[in-house]
T-cell receptor, first 112, second 115 residues
Framework: GENVEQHPSTLSVQEGDSAVIKCTYSDSASNYFPWYKQELGKGPQLIIDIRSNVGEKKDQRIAVTLNKTAKHFSLHITETQPEDSAVYFCAASKEGYSTLTFGKGTMLLVSP | KAGVTQTPRYLIKTRGQQVTLSCSPISGHRSVSWYQQTPGQGLQFLFEYFSETQRNKGNFPGRFSGRQFSNSRSEMNVSTLELGDSALYLC??????????????FGPGTRLTVL
């Protein structure tokens, strides 16, 4: 089955810096890669996703890149703010299937 | 549009008991998936229901079961609770139409503690 590895497990940045979280996946058939943000006491919130027919997607301060050949994808957050502090999860799936395989998560701490 | 709702939010049970958790998906969503979240194992897929049928199942023992009703609401049941079943149980709903949209939206979860 699919295996998703996520790095780093913790990331501390200063407000205004950029943050990058990286994930690799094992199943070359996976073609849908969402990212979730989970705040304390809440469920994961979908923040951005990418499908394998594109290499990059942006939404304001966040962007995701995908390298299908290397089987890795990354989340980029620019101009970080304290409210970006949370645990971020990457996941992989195949289109048409609801089964998401998650990475172990990255705790992002943005210091003012 | 209301989001995914889960009840109850918190639950305390003792070993050997059984528990039923409920999930109401976003209106119009027909697929409901359940996940278990623990500090050690992270987020793990339990099962998925679509149109009242279980379509996919994760690697969990038979003590974990679920069902989906005609209005897409879903329940999951855990029988003979063990200490290791203590976790946050998350429900996610998806539209999952024929064109293969499968963004999943999560509820707040039910925190189950087994004593």
């Amino acid at each position: 089955g699919e295996n998703v590895e996520q790095h780093p497990s913790t990331l501390s940045v200063q407000e205004g810096d950029s943050a990058v979280i990286k994930c690799t996946y094992s199943d070359s058939a996976s073609n849908y890669f969402p990212w979730y943000k989970q705040e304390l006491g809440k469920g994961p919130q979908l923040i951005i996703d990418i499908r394998s027919n594109v290499g990059e997607k942006k939404d304001q301060r966040i962007a995701v890149t995908l390298n299908k050949t290397a089987k890795h994808f990354s989340l980029h957050i620019t101009e970080t703010q304290p409210e970006d502090s949370a645990v971020y999860f990457c996941a992989a799936s195949k289109e048409g299937y609801s089964t998401l395989t998650f990475g172990k998560g990255t705790m992002l701490l943005v210091s003012p | 549009k209301a989001g995914v709702t889960q009840t109850p939010r918190y639950l305390i049970k003792t070993r050997g008991q059984q528990v039923t958790l409920s999930c109401s998906p976003i209106s119009g969503h027909r697929s409901v998936s359940w996940y278990q979240q623990t500090p050690g194992q992270g987020l793990q897929f339990l099962f998925e229901y679509f149109s009242e049928t279980q379509r996919n199942k994760g690697n969990f023992p038979g003590r974990f079961s679920g069902r989906q009703f005609s209005n897409s609401r879903s329940e999951m049941n855990v029988s003979t609770l063990e200490l290791g079943d203590s976790a946050l149980y998350l429900c996610a709903s998806s539209f999952l139409a024929d064109h293969l949209y499968n963004e999943q939206f999560f509820g707040p979860g039910t925190r189950l503690t087994v004593l």
